[in-house]
């Protein structure tokens, strides 16, 4: 029997999962290891078998395994392709590629993977539904699943494969940011495999968290080693992120700033487009942060017109912007029809002629206030947004009375 690291992991998830749902005992920690017959308990194996198998321990008999899968009703096909040193040799390649930022191979492999996954095993069954998710997260320029998919996701870490595991870092990363639990983040990024990928994305989550001892040291042994590796997406995203070091320092971005710029014009050719919209990205944000607001508008403009998508994102980023700028909003029909309904509302506001004060203070009232701010998803970002329009208007204290009961309400 192979991969018993996995399938002991996936015996002691799925144990816990069926008691969460069902309370029953037999699936209890204490029960689980024997059995019912004829209203005699047989053992399948003793506790601390048991808890070692559960924690990733090999165990030599393998119909322990056996028994505890067929017990949780998990079939075992030892042909499966999952087994197999090909399958181990795909998963190679596909790590390869996702380094490369090769979407389209990253998609391709995929695909053959799937193809090949046809066995009723419970651990293929398992990485089957994994592959699909991990090529769902790497198409969207936001890496966030359904948030319950998430969650098992992540507490099933164990289970699957050190590559699998590497190509969800991203995505689990992004999704505690999503969600404002940045402090879950470390433990399960610790338990990482570790590969150049993976210290690049610990670099990113030090920096995020403002622990900045030996970073500059350790983006530029990164920057050398994707150098070597003529890896271009990666050495952008180390350069994007010198831009927000350079920040939290209190140092000027310039010299990084042309650093990236001289880049953009060697390597432009040789960058995926996701790459290119993540330049315009951090540097439009660089420059709204830096009150250079007509360079932040026209490349949040560029950023939605190459991806309407992005709509989502930088909406409050955008609309600091025009605040700064005083000026009305004028999006493409195309961008527009991204937006949500609440979107939409926010919006509206930016369509209201400049000299009507009284008309945008009550819109601010009658729609952002009222409707906006009572969508739990959109309220936490729009508040502090919603601060800076309400400075813009004349009637600043009767409004900042409601805001007050608003905070109250988040």
Known sequence: MKNKKQLGAMIEYHRKKRYALTQDKEFSREMFCSVLVDHVQISLCSPTTYRRLAQGIPIKND???????????????????????????????LYDAWER?????????????????????AWEQELVQLLEDIRLLHSRTIS?????????????????????????????????????QEHRMEAVLKSMPQTH???????????????????????????????????????????LMKLKLDFLRGKSSEASLQEIQDFMRIHRASLHPDKYQKYLYFTAK????????????????????????????????????LI????????????????????KKRYAYFQIPLQEYEKRETYILKVLCEEVLHEPH???????????????????VLLERYLEKTDDFL
């Open 63 to 93: 119909d322990i395994y056996l028994r505890l899968m067929e017990k949780l009703e998990l079939p075992y096909d030892e042909a499966a392709f999952v087994y197999t040193s090909s399958f181990q040799l795909q998963l190679k390649q």
């Open 101 to 121: 930022y090769d979407k389209e191979q990253v998609y391709a492999i995929i695909a053959q993977l799937q193809s090949r996954m046809k066995s009723k095993d």
């Open 144 to 180: 966030l699943c359904e948030p319950s998919r998430m969650e098992e996701i992540i507490s099933a870490l164990a289970i699957y494969p050190d590559v699998c595991k590497s190509l969800l870092e991203t995505s689990i990363h992004n999704y505690y940011i999503d969600i404002h």
């Open 197 to 239: 990928m993976h210290e690049q994305l610990m670099l990113y989550h030090r920096i995020d968290q403002q622990i900045l001892e030996n970073a500059e040291e350790d983006m530029e042994r990164l920057l050398h080693y994707y150098r070597e590796q003529k890896n271009s997406n990666a050495q952008l995203d180390l350069l």
């Open 286 to 321: 660089k420059y709204n942060r830096e009150g250079q607001y007509a360079e932040a508008k026209a490349a949040f403009e560029e950023l939605m017109d190459l991806d309407p998508d992005m709509i989502s994102v930088v909406l409050s980023y955008y609309f600091h912007t």
């Open 324 to 343: 700064a700028l005083n000026e009305r909003m004028e999006l493409s029909a195309r961008v527009c029809a991204h937006m949500t309904p609440i979107q």
């Open 378 to 396: 959109e309220a936490r970002a729009f508040l502090k947004e919603l601060r800076q329009i309400v400075r813009k208007t004349k009637h600043y």
